[in-house]
């Protein structure tokens, strides 16, 4: 049933302004109206990355479920994990509306948003009333536009959810917040994870248990910053990276009009882009570092390919806005016959496979 119920509900959200959409997509989860996907467990999907055993390979991006209203329910759709957030330490509204737009030719999302969310205390009342439930929940920390200090917003992440967090991703990399971006550069970034890794190792100790960092970054670096960022990835005790963040770039979309938004680009025109920087910063870190591979995934195909490109698991978002929430458990049925097909026994034996090419 979750296959017509996908595609009805996705053609009824587009009566709507994408914003209202989303909206009522969260709504949709909570109520319970959406049946849960009952796959089973593939074996040559499971892996174990930073300590965390992942049952297979995909998860959803932080940006949709902002304010950890229902990562059980994402879950259920047949993620092998979620991730919640951009949260920062105080509420903010985020940018003016509108600040979602469509470009349905190019089947991609263009946002202005600014981090809008509840702040640490309500995603924390959220997520400490699902304490003890399964299921991988990562939180992705960022800092307040007004911050006089930036890294003491990320520092306050680490310390507010150590106990509920699974992971934590470092978002330093969405274009909506002014001079966020800015903190990618070698000095700052190198401030930023001292601090930050400190943090973590204070609470592990409180804790006894390290909880791991990823950091986030953008897809429109140089070659020169991708040399930094790999150089401070390998100089910290830095659990991985996520490549990538939405991009600045424009090339190639048929939708004109919308092209000139202002904003971060997502969805389908983002997988080329971002799937050669994962190539190029798996070269510069080599093999041990996990990667998660982020952007333009909307089918089995393009997850393995993020896969064979460098990465270590696959997250997308903006996808499932045309797809439908049937889309994780159409990508991991669809993993698995590939992997029939080829005979591979463990997914992990194709990570590299076509580094070559992308890079």
């Known amino acids: ?18 914003e209202t959409a989303h909206g009522l997509s969260i709504a949709a989860l909570k109520s319970g109206v959406l049946p849960a996907c009952r796959l089973g467990e593939d074996a040559r999907l499971v892996q174990t990355i930073a300590g965390i055993r992942f049952p297979n390979p995909l998860g959803l991006a932080a940006g949709y479920d902002k304010n950890a209203e229902v990562p059980d329910a994402v879950l259920k759709l047949g993620f092998g994990f979620t991730e919640v957030g951009t949260l920062t330490p105080k509420p903010q509204a985020g940018n003016d509306k509108p600040r979602i737009f469509r470009l349905v030719q190019d089947r991609g999302v263009i946002n202005q948003l600014g981090f809008n969310n509840e702040g640490h205390d309500a995603a924390f009342a959220r997520l400490a009333a699902r304490a003890g439930r399964p299921g991988i929940v990562g939180v992705n920390i960022g800092a307040n536009k007004d911050a006089t200090d930036r890294v003491a917003d990320y520092v306050a992440g680490i310390r ?46 409180k ?16 070659d020169e910053g991708l040399d930094d960022i790999a150089a401070e990835a390998l100089s910290h005790p830095l659990d991985g990276l996520i490549v990538s963040n939405t991009t600045l770039a424009r090339d190639g979309l048929k939708d004109k009009a919308m092209a000139g938004q202002a904003g971060g680009l997502s969805g389908a025109p983002l997988f080329t882009l971002s799937t050669k920087v994962l190539a190029k910063v798996r070269k510069r870190v080599g093999p041990a570092l996990p990667i998660i591979g982020v952007g333009g995934v909307g089918s089995a195909r393009d997850a393995m390919e993020k896969i064979c490109a460098g990465a270590d698991l696959v997250q997308l978002y903006s996808c499932m806005v045309y797809e439908g929430p049937s889309l994780a458990s159409t990508i991991v049925k669809g993993l698995s016959a590939l992997m029939d097909r080829d005979g591979v026994a463990s997914i992990r034996e194709l990570r590299d496979s076509r580094l070559a090419e992308w890079v």
């Open 1 to 18: 049933m979750i296959g017509p119920l996908s595609a009805l509900a996705s053609r009824s959200l587009f009566a709507f302004d994408p």
């Open 160 to 205: 507010r959810f150590y106990a509920l967090a699974t992971y934590f991703t470092v978002n330093i990399s969405s274009p909506n917040t002014p001079g966020l971006r800015d903190l990618q550069a070698r000095e700052s970034l190198n401030i930023l994870l001292d601090a930050v890794l400190a943090a973590r190792a204070e609470e592990a100790t």
């Open 207 to 222: 804790h006894g248990r390290s909880v791991p960092v990823f950091l986030k970054i953008a897809p429109d670096l140089t």
